[in-house]
Nanobody, 128 residues
Framework: QVQLVESGGGLVQAGGSLRLSCTASGRAFSSDAMGWFRQAPGKEREFVASTTWSGSWSGTYYLDYADSVKGRFTISRDNAKNTVSLQMNSLKPVDTGAYYC????????????????WGQGTKVTVSS
C-alpha cells in the first residue's frame, strides 16, 4: 500500500537543470524524513539530500545536502500533496545516475540502509 513514485528524470547537457518529483501514498508522511539518493552504474548508492521534520509544531524542517551538490541542488516538500522534489541546477556529468526517493519514520539519516520506503528510481543523464 505504501508507494513512492519518482518522475522528472531525463537527458540534459552540462550546466543545465532538471527538477525531480516524488509522490508518496499509503500513509501520512508529514513527520517522516524524506531523502534523495543516487546510484551510478557499478557504484554504491549515495546520499544526495534530505528533509526532516524538526519535531516542532511550527512546522520547521531541517535540510541536509551532500557536499558534492550543496549550492546546486535544492530539496523541498509539500506535505499537503505528499510530494518531495529535487531541483538540480548547474548539472555536471558526475551527477549522472538513477535517482531514488526514500522515506523513513523518525529522525533523518544520510544512510540509505536506514530508510524504510523506496521508489523505483528515475534516470538522470548529464552529457558533457
Amino acid at each position: 500500500q505504501v508507494q513512492l513514485v519518482e518522475s522528472g528524470g531525463g537527458l540534459v547537457q552540462a550546466g543545465g537543470s532538471l527538477r525531480l518529483s516524488c509522490t508518496a501514498s499509503g500513509r501520512a508522511f508529514s513527520s517522516d524524513a524524506m531523502g534523495w539518493f543516487r546510484q551510478a552504474p557499478g557504484k554504491e548508492r549515495e546520499f544526495v539530500a534530505s528533509t526532516t521534520w524538526s519535531g516542532s509544531w511550527s512546522g520547521t524542517y531541517y535540510l541536509d545536502y551532500a557536499d558534492s551538490v550543496k549550492g546546486r541542488f535544492t530539496i523541498s516538500r509539500d506535505n499537503a500533496k505528499n510530494t518531495v522534489s529535487l531541483q538540480m541546477n548547474s548539472l555536471k556529468p558526475v551527477d549522472t545516475g538513477a535517482y531514488y526517493c526514500a522515506a523513513k519514520r523518525g529522525s533523518g539519516s544520510n544512510n540509505a540502509a536506514a530508510y524504510e520506503y523506496w521508489g523505483q528510481g528515475t534516470k538522470v543523464t548529464v552529457s558533457s
